[in-house]
């Protein structure tokens, strides 16, 4: 049974100042799909994250995220960051940023954490097997505590789509693995958008990849051929044929 | 010892004392965010040009410290809106505000009818001449620090550490921004009688710099920061009262150092290992 999309962009194209970006990008996705958006660094790949957010606002074409506008709906989206977006060294536990979630979900600026706020903190925790850490502050941790910290604070949000900005840019393969898996796990409930440049490994976890690189093309992830990669990067990349 | 017996027996070091404690509390709580969020030339900027208003309010009310309060905080908001705003000219503008403040200050002074003001004690701090009312004025502010960051402890930290999650959601980290620029701006306010417009920023900083080193994080940081402040001002005023010696310098000097044999004795430290 065909649903209305959860996120559609039309017709949208983005520019920063001369420079353009993004060239009249279509893009639907449905609610429980985990799409992959890959493309070359400078492809656009953020300034759509942005723009989904509500934190840019498009030139032309139109933008529809759960039936609203971005801004006013961006609360339901769980966004976790690339880790250069705050400082490394910030003095915070793992159970304060976890919590920092909670924060949008208050009627006033000076409320404490209710008892409520907690108990979804350390449920989420656990789900990412994080609890161990709670005490711990953030520059002990390795990249993929630390990035599990991240997906935690976006899922406390109890967000219906979870957006991913680069997960593995920063952890090794084993950490990579494990992040996946999670995010395969959280698939069941809600809607996952990753982004990344690497795109060999993200294939056999989700179900839809779009490519971008100011245009934008959609594939299923197993017809995905070496000559689609070439003209997204437009020169040759190493790319491994693999079984799903 | 000399210092005990004299401190029993003298108001004016008892006053000081009491400033130094209070000060402390200040630099304690403000100080953390300024270190975590590396603002400390954008506190350079509000201590320095704040000069500028208190000349004019010398000028008009031959009251230099009526100004320093609004002064303080208009100043912490432009500078708050040049960092919002004007990114890309931002460290020449707000250096332009810092000696354009000064130089206000200057002129208004030499241009104000009677004796001469002792702007040292504008500029590096006059705590043996600190009077009850001054002290009063400091425990209010300190109040009122205690107060704004127990209340909203929360979105600070949230606002201050990943700013763009924040708003997305929902808080509002523009207010909170200049919210805790303002808080600066107080405490530079706060810290003044003690060292100075001039040294301000040392003792807002060396102290939660040298806490950072220790405890990784806030709250226990705020409170090594305060009891750091506390050893500072106490032992700077010790010194300067055995040698005879300006006060602020003092503590800064043994803020100063303190923060270069923590620093060395980490490396040192880290080698071992």
Same mark, same amino acid.
């Given at each position: ?244 | =010892? ?35 969020? /590396? ?26 410290? =009526? ?22 000219? #931002? ?39 600190? #009077? ?14 205690? !107060? ?5 402890? /929360? ?8 700013? #763009?999650?924040?708003? +997305? ?11 805790? +620029? ?29 806490? /950072? ?31 005879? !010696? ?28």
């Amino acid at each position: 049974m065909p649903t209305a999309p959860i996120i559609e962009f039309k017709q949208v194209s983005f520019a920063y100042q001369q420079l353009k970006v993004l060239d009249k990008v279509d893009l639907q996705i449905e609610a429980g799909e985990f799409l992959g958006l890959v493309g070359p660094n400078g492809g656009g790949k953020s300034t759509l994250l942005k723009l989904m957010l509500g934190l840019l606002q498009p030139q032309s074409g139109q933008i529809n995220i759960l039936g609203g506008k971005p801004v006013e709906q961006a609360k339901h989206l769980g966004y976790v960051p690339q880790f250069a977006s705050f400082p490394r060294d910030y003095p915070i536990a793992v159970a304060e940023v976890v919590l920092s979630g909670r924060l949008g979900t208050h009627k006033h600026w000076w409320s404490r954490y209710k008892a409520e706020d907690k108990a979804i903190a350390e449920e989420v925790m656990q789900q990412t097997e994080i609890s161990d850490l709670a005490g711990r502050s953030i520059d002990q941790l390795s990249g993929g505590q630390l990035q599990r910290v991240l997906i935690a604070r976006a899922l406390v949000t109890q967000p219906q789509v979870l957006i991913l900005d680069e997960p593995t840019a920063n952890i090794d393969h084993r950490a990579e693995a494990d992040i996946f898996d999670l995010l395969k796990t959280l698939q069941q409930q809600r809607t996952i958008i990753v982004v990344s440049h690497d795109i060999g490994f993200i294939s056999q976890y989700i179900s839809r990849v779009a490519c971008l690189n100011q245009t934008l093309l959609c594939h299923d992830p197993k017809s995905l051929t070496g000559g689609d990669i070439q003209d997204l990067y437009h020169h040759d990349v190493q790319a491994i044929p693999h079984q799903h | =010892m000399n210092f005990l017996q004299d401190l029993w027996q003298y108001s004016f070091l008892q006053h000081a004392f009491i400033g130094g404690i209070l000060a402390a509390i200040g630099c304690g709580i403000i100080g953390p965010y300024v270190v975590v969020k /590396r603002i400390s030339f954008m506190a350079g900027g509000i201590a320095h040009s704040l000069l500028g208003g208190m000349g004019i309010s010398y000028f008009f009310w031959q009251d230099p410290a =009526m100004g320093a309060i609004p002064t303080a905080l208009i100043l912490a908001i432009i500078i708050g809106l040049i960092h919002l705003y004007g990114r890309q000219q #931002e460290d020449i503008l707000i250096a332009a505000i810092w000696s354009m403040g000064m130089a206000t200050g200057v002129i208004f002074i030499s241009q104000t009818p009677g004796y001469a003001v002792d702007m040292m004690s504008y500029l590096f701090g006059n705590i043996l001449f600190v #009077e009850t009312a001054q002290l009063y004025q400091m425990l209010g502010l300190d109040l009122v620090l205690l !107060l704004v960051v127990a209340l909203f402890y /929360r979105p600070l930290q949230a606002v201050t550490f990943d700013p #763009e999650f924040a708003r +997305l959601r929902g808080v509002p980290v523009t207010f909170f921004y200049l919210l805790l +620029l303002c808080l600066v701006a107080l405490t530079v306010v706060l810290l003044m009688p003690m060292v100075g417009l001039i040294l301000v920023i040392a003792l807002l900083a060396l102290p939660a710099a040298i806490a /950072r080193l220790y405890v990784t994080t806030l709250k226990p940081m705020m409170l090594l920061a305060t009891l750091l402040g506390l050893f500072f001002s106490s032992f700077g005023l010790y010194i300067s009262h055995l040698w005879n !010696l300006p006060t602020g310098a003092c503590i800064i000097l043994v803020a100063g150092l303190c923060y270069i044999f923590a620093l060395g004795g980490r490396a040192l430290w880290h080698y071992r290992i």
